[in-house]
């Protein structure tokens, strides 16, 4: 099949991925260390990169790791929220095309969970808009490439801020 794509309207790029898959997804799990033992099982590597300092005193942790040169495919953490799936992002080659998406958002009236900003470890440009499903998409542009390297944050490069509660992201990334 060597079909060619016909996007639902008109982009000026594309979406990053051949040799970096889809994109990456966040997950809740309740046995972190089983999880990672299973991902490592299947040839990703990666470990904790986030400790973030919660409201009630306590750190949050969360684990990422990838499987090819995309800096995560999957990431996970024993977040209290309700959903399973905590979101699915995709990559825009081209910023202008992030940048209408989070206008349609806006236009639409469609929840933003978090407001744009950069992640200290992927360093993409992006923000968490609501899916139909309760769980949340993240447009993104320029994500790096993974690293070898441990790495370890307790924030975010700038913004990302809490728009709208509810969807298992409200953490003060910044
Ligand atoms: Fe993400």
């Known amino acids: 099949m060597n079909n060619p794509f016909h996007p639902g309207r008109p982009l000026h790029g594309k979406f990053v991925t051949g040799d970096q898959g889809l994109g990456h997804c966040i997950v809740r799990q309740t046995d972190v260390e089983a999880a990672h033992k299973f991902y490592s099982l299947l040839g990703l590597r990666g ?3 986030y400790r973030i300092p919660l409201p009630n005193g306590m750190t949050g942790e969360l684990t990422f790791m990838h499987c090819n040169g995309r800096d ?4 996970f953490g024993a977040m209290p ?7 699915v992002m995709l990559e825009y080659t081209d910023i202008e095309d992030l940048g209408y998406t989070h206008q349609q958002f806006i236009k639409n009236e469609i929840d933003i969970a ?3 900003g950069i992640h200290a470890n992927d360093k993409a440009l992006t923000f968490y808009g609501a899916t139909p499903s309760g769980w ?5 542009w320029r994500g790096a490439k993974a690293i070898d390297e441990a790495e370890y944050y307790v924030g975010d490069i700038f913004g990302h801020g809490i728009e709208t509660t509810g969807y298992g992201m409200d953490v003060k990334l910044s």
């Not at 929220?81 to 979101?87: G, Q």
């Open 47 to 49: 470990d904790v990169e």
């Open 72 to 75: 995560h495919s999957i990431g």
């Open 81 to 87: 929220a309700e959903k399973r799936l905590n979101h």
């Open 114 to 116: 978090l407001q744009l």
């Open 136 to 140: 949340l998409i993240e447009p993104g």
